[in-house]
């Protein structure tokens, strides 16, 4: 059972957009910053985005990230088959005085 | 070029030890926070264990008692000491680099990640 909470799947066909939900606490996201992260399988995560809505040098503009509250979200809009993978939310907890991670959802491209 | 490589996964049986290294190349470990991460067979990703530039520590309390995290500065490498060994530390191990701003609020994040190194406990 994951701190954050998100939908384990979602998926799109070429070109949609895909919206990824992210919840959490007053501790977590409430209280700090969230990072997406993309991970496939045998390779280092991959920042997509920091500080809630920014982008690393490198990550496409149709990626996007939002928060408010205790929530968050990731947007991929024009979706691509390359943006198959699984997506993490994260955030510092201040009661834990550690990470915590969303359970990731699996982005398929139809 | 900023890189992490973690190496020393293995098999291992329940209650033995293994460490797992994480060397670092284009940046000095020592002066930034580090973290390891796992993530077990069809879970998510799961913190284990941070080591701040300044020499605190801590633990998830899953591996809390267990497991040490430490630096050596003479060859820029991260350490993870796994005493006690259970079945559910069973996972892919990831160390990555953490980095923290306070211009606006809080602003931590990992930008830097390894490809991980592959840790079984059973009999």
């Known amino acids: 059972q994951s701190v954050l909470t998100q939908p384990p799947s979602a998926s799109g066909t070429p070109g949609q957009r895909v919206t990824i939900s992210c919840s959490g606490s007053s501790s977590n996201i409430g209280s700090n910053t969230v990072s997406w992260y993309q991970h496939l399988p045998g390779t280092a995560p991959k920042l997509l985005i920091y500080?809630?809505?920014q982008r690393p040098s490198g990550v496409p503009d149709r990626f996007s990230g939002s928060k408010s509250g205790t929530s968050a979200s990731l947007a991929i809009s024009g979706l691509r088959s390359e943006d198959e993978a699984d997506y993490y939310c994260a955030a510092w907890d201040d009661s834990l005085k550690g990470w915590v991670f969303g359970g990731g959802t699996k982005v398929t491209v139809l | 070029d900023v890189q992490l490589v973690e190496t020393g996964g293995g098999l291992m049986q329940p209650g033995g030890s293994l460490r797992l290294s994480c060397a670092a190349s284009g940046f000095i470990v020592s002066s930034t926070n580090m973290i390891w991460v796992r993530q077990a067979p069809a879970k998510g990703l799961e913190w284990v264990s941070i080591f701040y530039s300044g020499g605190s520590t801590y633990y998830a309390d899953s591996v809390k008692g267990r497991f040490t995290i430490s630096t050596d500065n003479s060859n820029n490498t991260l350490y993870l000491q796994m005493n006690s060994l259970r079945a559910e530390d069973t996972a892919v191990y990831y160390c990555a680099r953490e980095l923290r701003f306070f211009a606006v609020g809080k602003s931590y994040y990992m930008d830097v990640w390894g490809k991980g190194t592959t840790v079984t406990v059973s009999s």
């Open positions: 500080t809630n809505n």
